[in-house]
């Protein structure tokens, strides 16, 4: 094991043993190189007359470049876009978004938690973690109905056990009875588990009420108390896309951060929808857990090993995609952008609901639960999904995603209000062109 690797273990350990065993052997011999990087940057504090260090080049003192890519970016110097930025991150930008938690989420406050790492968007967020803490073998306790892509990170790449649980209950909310059920039976049998939980949920665009979302806490705490090492991972994706009052309004992280040593708590979220800036590709992993002491250094540790595994990765996300980011967080208008797009999505959400009222709809399918973020669910009755995803496309022209035998998946985030009621009434027309077939 490297002697770096060795080094941060042991911060680790002493301020957590129970985290150390959760690493997975790729985690454990994880560290953040000095070589290059250091010697880089002790170069850039020092060199005073030469630096001959970084791996870029420089004309005049100043990033070479090209004018025409120059010219397809507007305001943001050479060394702000077209050079690397640090494998961490850009300091405040992980600052910044640290913050945004703090204001988002009423229940951190107090706590401590990690400075975020910033990930080439929230997949690579998944894969970065898998990386960490995940080995083959390990389960995963996931809903059955999830986003395909946790089968390539977590199965395919890692060759984890995926535990399924049915997402919703016959009485409509998440179906916390099938969720503890699943957990409990797989504590028992293993002395760590990873539960992944994704609110607002892809596909069906339902997020947790606060009564259940007080409940799984429960769980999850009450398991961590009885031995069993618990990851709880978080893909807050849609984060900030809560429509309805009883929602609960922010990220179980928060609740789940310093309940109890077993139990590590990770956020994997990032700009690309709560900021609408999906090519930009900017995400971030951060951790909250309770230590025994120098909590600060546990997650200094737990930085270098994440920072180290995107180094061996990608080396870093885009500088000018983080610049970007930055830039529009710090601008005075940005909350109320921020506000403006949250309007447009909530009236578009509550425009479904208040479609699928009607009456006509009601041998035809039944839509599941939702009440946040891009999506909603709706359970075919009579028809094969993917043959009335083939029909309507090919006949109507309209897109949906069919999901198993009886789901399609539709975005109403893409959808203008206008565009709804004429969407699911060509719905309706496919289903009654296939039962005359």
Not at 130 to 135: F, P, Q
Not at 145 to 159: H, T
Not at 386 to 409: D, M, P, Q, W
Request: with cysteine; proline share 4%.
């Amino acid at each position: 094991m490297n002697p770096l690797a060795k080094q941060v273990n042991d911060l680790i350990e002493k301020g957590n043993p129970h985290l150390l065993a959760m690493l997975s052997d790729m985690g454990k011999n994880l560290f953040f190189p000095k070589g290059i990087l250091s010697q880089s940057a002790e170069a850039k504090e020092k060199a005073h007359k030469l630096n001959a260090t970084i791996g870029i080049a420089t004309e005049g003192g100043r990033t070479m470049h090209f004018p025409s890519v120059m010219d397809a970016i507007n305001g943001i110097p050479p060394r702000a876009s077209l050079t690397y930025a640090p494998s961490f991150g850009i300091p405040a930008l992980r600052t910044i978004w640290q913050d945004s938690l703090y204001s988002k989420n009423p229940s951190l406050s107090g706590k401590h938690i990690s400075l975020p790492v910033v990930t080439c968007g929230v997949t690579h967020a998944l894969s970065i973690f898998a990386d960490v803490w995940v080995d083959p073998g390990d389960v995963i306790v996931l809903p059955d109905m999830m986003w395909g892509n946790y089968n390539m990170i977590l199965k395919v790449r890692k060759n984890a056990k995926i535990s399924q649980y049915s997402v919703f209950s016959e009485k409509g909310g998440y179906n916390i009875a099938a969720f503890e059920e699943k957990v409990r039976e797989e504590a028992e049998k293993h002395d760590k588990i990873i539960v992944l939980l994704n609110f607002p949920h892809n596909p069906s665009g339902y997020t947790l009420t606060k009564q259940e979302g007080n409940r799984i806490v429960e769980i999850l705490t009450e398991l961590a108390m009885t031995g069993t090492n618990i990851i709880a991972a978080f893909d807050d994706s849609y984060f900030g896309l809560f429509y309805e009052e009883e929602t609960l309004k922010e990220s179980l992280f928060a609740r789940l951060c310093e309940t109890h040593p077993r139990l590590l708590s990770v956020k994997l979220d990032g700009a690309t929808k709560e900021n609408f800036v999906w090519g930009l590709r900017v995400g971030f992993i951060t951790y909250g857990c309770k230590t025994e002491e120098d909590a600060g250094a546990v997650y200094e540790a737990l930085e270098k090993k994440t920072a180290g595994c995107v180094r061996g990765n990608i080396s870093n996300a885009s500088h000018l995609g983080q610049s970007i980011v930055l830039r529009s967080m710090q601008d005075h208008r940005y909350p109320a952008e921020k506000n403006e797009k949250f309007e447009i999505l909530k009236k578009r959400a509550k425009r479904v609901k208040t479609v699928l009222e009607d009456s006509k709809y009601k041998d035809a399918w039944d839509a599941y639960p939702f009440n946040s973020g891009y999506f909603m669910c709706i359970r075919l009755r009579s028809v094969d999904a993917e043959t009335l995803r083939r029909h309507i496309l090919e006949k109507y022209g309209v897109g949906l995603i069919s999901i198993g035998a009886k789901n399609l998946r539709i975005a109403f985030s893409c959808l203008e209000e206008s565009e709804i009621p004429e969407l699911f009434d060509i719905v309706l027309q496919g289903i009654k062109d296939l039962s005359v077939l």
